[in-house]
């Protein structure tokens, strides 16, 4: 199951977005995964059944890109080095391609269990 997020609550409000929106720009510069070529839906754990399933729908060619990615990260890391200014992940770039999936999955499996718990009454 993902994570609570405060996010919906802090975009309806614009005075709180534009006093979140540096820090999380920070925040996100300051994690360092975009200079190893990284997009944030290449650090969530695959672990789980959902993410195995999401990984599973994933179009061939994006499922290629990010086990790229990964490697060349991974790569970097063993070498201590980073990306070159110019293939380093971009902000523009940085968009969920993975979360959309699990959400969707996870939708299912709540669909499935409220089917599962129905009673039907004559």
Not at 61 to 83: N, W
């Amino acid at each position: 199951m993902s994570a609570p997020s405060l996010a919906s609550y802090i975009v309806k409000r614009p005075w709180l977005n534009r006093w979140m929106m540096p820090l999380a720009q920070w925040y996100t510069d300051a994690a360092g995964y975009r200079r190893l070529g990284l997009r944030a839906d290449d650090l969530i754990p695959e672990e789980s059944e959902t993410v195995q399933t999401a990984l599973k729908r994933l179009p061939p060619k994006e499922a290629y890109d990010r086990v790229f990615r990964i490697r060349r990260a991974f790569q970097c890391s063993v070498s201590h080095t980073l990306l070159p200014a110019a293939e380093q992940t971009k902000a523009s770039e940085d968009v969920e391609y993975l979360s959309p999936i699990i959400r969707e999955i996870e939708k299912e499996k709540q669909e499935r269990v409220d089917l599962d718990a129905l009673v039907v009454k004559r």
